[in-house]
């Protein structure tokens, strides 16, 4: 057993319990004892009721100094000689008692809290150990009220809850215990419910009335619960009290804290500004309280606000602000004071620890189950706004959002996070935090400070963000209703009316396109009345101009009397002389932007492309002093003039097939000029790689390799790195570098551009028609290239292949690509020509007559002035194919015009520039059209000699054979008819398996009822329709000639049996089923006509609408009859069948 525990010192709750003088005697005789020291500590520090030495009685006759004197130690020697002996007296539960009550003393909360858990704890294992209880609570409840007492101040108000809990808990078995019912009291204090908080404090008081701590703390309740009047006559009873004696430090903390609530309560009855001022009322009192107590930080606070708010001393204020902050984190007006004043001086990093040790303090939160309506929000708004600055914009949306925890009306806090999320890059969270923030869903009233434009200006950087380009320039638009010279807001606006016009081009919504780039210059007007030098808003002017070289057919439309105004807007014209030595583009051109020409397209092309140029060159200037901007501008710049190039220079070549290349050159020199400014720029790397491409391969292949090694995940780069070996014929490495732009982006389309160029180059077009047709799915609007190889390949495989599909299903792809082309490019006149093509494909021969129109005459005016080979023969072919679209129209008269002028054109191969097989084909199509269109305009004889001719200029090719005996058999001679018999014969014997001839054969015989030559056709047509390459009409032409040869041999019996034939060889063909329906009275063969022709339509399928409605039509069905008027309501067979079931 333990010497102390032998004693008994460790069964008391306090000192009290004991003799003193027992203790006195333990500390004298065992000096080196864990709890001796603890007790001597104690007993010294000035805490204890009784002092360490005893009082002597001094003898007479003894002089005084020959008594022993207490000495007192200082405050850090007890506490580190406490410390000692808590550490060797590790089971001693007095002394973990005593210490935790010396550091609530020092006010050292933290290390009261954990010393008091270790008591517990040591209590409580005691108890499992011995299995007994402590005989007293008094033990139990000494260390819980410590513990209680610590945690109302540590961490204030987080354990409030638990220090609130403990002192419920002793109050249920003592009532009357003091300590716990000034805990509860300044807990209720604290979470601002005085009246129950005067309530704890008054029957504290009523069990010490003379405690002058007790009795202010009530009266000050009584204050804040509005009786200032009452709390202020209380505490200036107290200030009489002698704990009030200024000579001890407790006395000092609590006289200080009493004159300051004194001068609170001053300030508060009378809030005139007369009063407030008044030098000899509240400010005297908390004068008087920093006198007394130079530490009393609550005291600063409010004279702060006495200089800020009525003395206008701004310098003392944040003196007092600063003092009362070093003093106590726990001054929330002085610290958000403090942070707001930094924040206008712009010391960021100043703002952020002050916020930081508010928040650090634990009092900007209300406890956990508190009844206090809110905290403090504006540490974690401060915070946040610091993040911000420093783009830490994950952690400035965690301290947002702990803002509108506490404050969920906090308009200016949702500003800040959606601003947040927006630089994060989550547009969507901010885009509904905007939202909220300007129009609540719920009843919530936002407390809005100031004006809110800026949040509709972040709402539409928002939807400028995500694409939704329209709501962006609404949102700038609203904005700038209220701020009309807003400049940021302004060139945001011009910079989203850009983005949305590259956008629509990229989509293909080219009339957009042209609209927004309208709209961008008049807000660029607007712009320059106030701020005609910002490098962004000539940069804009100038894509704006750009863009219609991208929409040429709306180069009518380009406002450039407007481009003109504001390029001599607040400017020396000769300053555009700038880089004029290089491309020709200088002040003159700004004079000639605004002039009549003779050639509107070309005229309007070159104006606009001169004056973005101009605009390029004006943003040069307007950054004279920022390097960066320099070489941007100049990076702007080149690729405007290499756009020129392109649109002015490429397509016009000289009559000498010399390329003029001033703009070119133009263009690489300003990318060289970038590149000295800013030489690790990877995209002016590359785009010098592309300009010298054709001027100088080395250069380009340098430049593409060190924009490769600064950035090498540019699939751009790689691509046109490709290109570059690609003009070099070298395949091999070509092909290397598009499979490793592919790899790095596989939606760049470019890339597969490339590969099926390498393909196609290699030999194979099937290879190289897949990339093409990759390349224009993934591909925008914008690539020309991409819609010209693939609608080239297309065509090009529809009329090599025999097994291309020729459904309108895919050629609406291509046919569509061309569309766009068009809007892009209107005078790409064999582009324009091959959309003709594919109209007439698709049955769209009134379009295609329109186009065909168009080109006629641009190519004769091409030919009347320059008399070229290649305008000739791009005039004879455009009459061909207008002759034969004429025709499809059945306007027989024009197509016949057409085709002889045709004709006419191409009447020798030396005076075009076709090869021999196109000058062959030509005149072959214009003659059968010829023949055709005076054929159904009855004049065999015309068309006689047409398809002779045709004939023997064909080779007595098949087709013209069976269109030659078509025209002899309808004039009806004998001797025609024997005629187009001997022609059929000799093309069958020398094309055996060409299905037209033998089947017009079979036709021509069963009219003569030949029955030899049925025969003999028989034979061949049942071998001709087990072939596979036959495609569903040639099929359904070979089936209905064997029909008619069976009726005319056998009758309906070997018809029907023919037709058996034909289901069994083709079971899921719907014209055999249709055909067996019609000899027999059973329902089964309609209904499986019906079943195989759903199979058949598109996309399973070519079977049209018209053959799915006479299926439907032949089941006899109400229902079915119904679809069928549904699919083809001009079909009669659907109305028939209706008829006879309602009659049925």
């Known amino acids: 057993m333990s010497l102390p525990l032998a004693l008994r010192l460790d069964g008391a709750a306090d000192l009290q319990d004991f003799d003193i003088g027992v203790v006195r005697e333990f500390i004298e005789f065992f000096p080196e004892n864990g709890l001796s020291k603890v007790l001597k500590g104690y007993l010294s520090s000035g805490i204890s009721q009784f002092p360490l030495k005893a009082p002597q009685v001094v003898q007479e006759g003894q002089e005084n100094g020959g008594a022993e004197k207490d000495v007192p130690l200082r405050p850090e020697d007890c506490l580190f000689l406490m410390a000692d002996g808590v550490g060797e007296a590790k089971d001693s539960v007095l002394a973990h008692r005593l210490m935790g009550e010396y550091y609530l003393f020092l006010e050292e909360y933290e290390s009261a809290v954990e010393i008091a858990r270790k008591g517990l704890k040591f209590v409580a294992s005691q108890t499992q150990k011995t299995g007994l209880k402590f005989q007293s609570r008094r033990i139990l409840d000494a260390f819980n009220s410590t513990l209680a007492t610590s945690l109302i101040h540590y961490q204030t108000p987080k354990n409030h809850p638990e220090a609130k809990e403990i002192f419920q808990e002793i109050l249920k078995r003592r009532p009357t215990f003091t300590p716990a019912l000034i805990g509860i009291g300044l807990i209720l204090e604290e979470e601002e419910e005085y009246v129950e908080a005067i309530d704890f404090l008054e029957r504290a008081l009523v069990h010490d009335v003379s405690n002058a701590r007790i009795g202010a703390e009530a009266a000050w309740c009584q204050a804040l619960s509005g009786d200032y009047a009452t709390g202020l006559q209380r505490l200036e009873e107290y200030l009489e009290y002698p704990q009030m004696d200024s000579a001890d430090l407790r006395g000092r903390e609590l006289k200080a804290q009493t004159l300051y609530r004194i001068g ?156 947040s999320y927006h630089n994060s890059g989550r547009y969507n969270s901010a885009a509904r935090t905007f939202r909220y923030a300007e129009n609540p869903t719920d009843t919530m009233q936002m407390k809005k400070t100031g004006e809110s434009w800026f949040t509709k200006y972040m709402l539409a950087n928002v939807n400028r963000e995500l694409g939704e380009y329209d709501e962006a320039v ?65 940069k804009a002017i100038g894509d704006a101009a750009a863009m219609f070289s991208w929409i040429q057919s709306r180069l009518e439309d380009v406002p450039l009397a407007k481009i003109k105004r504001l390029l001599e807007t607040a400017i020396n014209l000769q300053e555009y002389d700038l880089f004029a030595d290089a491309d020709g583009i200088g002040p003159n051109q700004v004079g000639r932007l605004f002039s009549n ?42 690729w405007t003039e290499y756009r020129a190039h392109v649109c002015l220079e490429q397509s016009q070549e000289s009559g000498q097939g010399k390329t003029n290349t001033n703009f070119l050159r133009a263009s690489m020199k300003c990318f060289k000029r970038a590149i000295e400014l800013e030489a690790g720029n990877s995209e002016f790397w590359n785009s010098l790689g592309v300009v010298t491409t054709n001027m100088n391969p080395k250069v380009a292949q340098h430049s593409f390799v060190r924009s490769i090694h600064l950035n090498e995940k540019s699939a751009r780069t790689w691509t046109n790195l490709g290109t570059l070996y690609l003009l070099q014929n070298d395949l091999e490495l070509a092909h290397t ?11 760049y389309g470019q890339a597969w551009l490339g590969e099926g160029l390498v393909a196609l180059l290699w030999g194979d077009p099937m290879e190289a028609l897949s990339h093409f047709t990759h390349a224009f799915e993934i591909s925008d609007s914008v690539s020309l290239i991409t819609k010209r190889l693939y609608a080239v390949s297309t065509f090009d495989h529809l009329i090599s292949s025999s097994s291309a599909s020729s459904s309108i299903i895919d050629l609406i792809q291509p046919l569509f690509s061309l569309q766009q082309l068009y809007f892009q490019k209107p005078m790409d006149i064999p582009y324009h020509h091959l959309a003709a093509l594919y109209l007439e494909r698709v049955g769209n021969h009134n379009a295609a007559i329109e186009g065909l129109v168009s080109l006629c005459s641009l190519a004769e005016t091409e030919y009347e002035e320059s008399e070229s080979q290649e305008a000739l023969s791009r005039f004879a072919q455009a009459k061909t194919d207008l002759a034969r679209n004429r025709l499809a129209v059945h306007d027989y008269a024009s197509a016949v015009e057409d085709a002889e002028t045709a004709l006419d054109l191409a009447s020798n191969p030396e005076s075009c520039s076709m090869s ?86 079979g036709a021509m015989a069963a009219l003569d009822e030949d029955p030899d030559t049925m025969d003999a056709v028989k034979d061949d047509l049942q071998a001709l329709r087990t072939k596979s390459t036959l495609d569903a009409i040639q099929l359904a032409r070979v089936e209905k000639v064997l029909d008619s040869i069976a009726m005319m041999t056998g009758g309906v019996e070997e018809a029907e049996k023919e037709v058996k034939r034909t289901i069994v060889l083709s079971p899921s063909k719907a014209h055999g089923w249709a055909q067996l329906a019609d000899f027999s009275e059973d329902v089964f063969p309609a209904q499986m006509a019906l079943k195989t022709a759903e199979k058949a339509v598109p996309p399973l399928g070519p079977l049209s609408a018209v053959n799915l409605a006479v299926a439907f039509a032949g089941t006899g069905s109400f229902g079915d009859a119904q679809r069928a008027i549904t699919l083809a309501p001009w079909v009669k067979a659907g109305w028939n069948a209706l008829a006879e079931s309602l009659e049925g």
């Not at 005229?603 to 307007?622: F, G, M, N, V, Y």
């Not at 570098?737 to 939606?747: E, G, I, M, V």
């Open 737 to 747: 570098a598009f499979s490793r732009a592919q790899s790095t982006d596989p939606d």
């Open 474 to 538: 609404q949102g700038y638009q609203e904005v700038l209703e209220g701020r009309p010279k807003e400049f940021g807001v302004s060139i945001a606006l011009l910079q989203t009316l850009i983005e949305r016009a590259w956008r629509n081009v990229e989509t293909g919504f080219f009339g957009n396109a042209a609209d927004a780039a309208i709209q961008a210059i008049d807000v660029a007007i607007s712009v320059s009345e106030y701020k005609p030098n910002a490098f962004n808003l000539w």
């Open 264 to 419: 609170i309560c001053l300030w508060e009855l009378d809030p005139s500004r007369s009063a407030r001022k008044d030098r000899h009322r509240a400010y005297s009192k908390f004068l008087a309280a920093i006198k007394v107590n130079v530490i009393f930080a609550p005291a600063y606070t409010s004279l702060g606000i006495f200089y800020a708010d009525y003395a206008k001393d701004k310098k003392r204020a944040r003196q007092c602000f600063q003092k009362a902050f070093e003093l106590s984190t726990s001054e929330i007006e002085a610290a958000e004071r403090l942070a707001r004043y930094f924040a206008d001086q712009g010391e960021w990093d100043i703002v952020e620890v002050i916020a930081q040790r508010v928040v650090d303090s634990g009092k900007v939160r209300p406890a956990p189950g508190s009844k206090k309506k809110k905290g403090v929000s504006w540490p974690f708004s401060a915070l946040g706004v610091v993040q911000m600055n420093k783009q830490e914009y994950p952690k400035s949306i965690v301290s947002f959002l702990s803002a509108l925890r506490i404050s969920p009306d906090d308009y200016h806090s949702y500003v800040g996070l959606g601003e």
């Open 916 to 1001: 021999l097989e196109m000058f062959k084909k030509t005149r072959l199509s214009a003659r059968l059209t010829a023949g055709l269109s005076h054929y159904y305009l009855n004049n065999m004889d015309a068309a006689l000699g047409a398809f002779r001719i045709a004939l023997e200029e064909s080779n007595s090719a098949p087709d013209v054979v069976c269109l030659l005996a078509e025209v002899l058999w309808a004039k009806g001679g004998e001797d025609e008819k024997n005629v187009a018999r001997e022609q059929l014969f000799e093309s069958v014997e020398k094309h055996p398996e060409h299905v037209g001839s033998v089947v017009l054969l």
């Open 597 to 638: 020409a003779q050639s509107v397209q070309e005229s309007s092309l070159s104006r606009s492309l001169h004056a973005a140029i101009l605009a390029q060159k004006r943003s040069i200037i307007s950054c004279a002093h920022d390097i960066h901007a320099q070489a941007v501008a100049w990076y702007n710049l080149g």
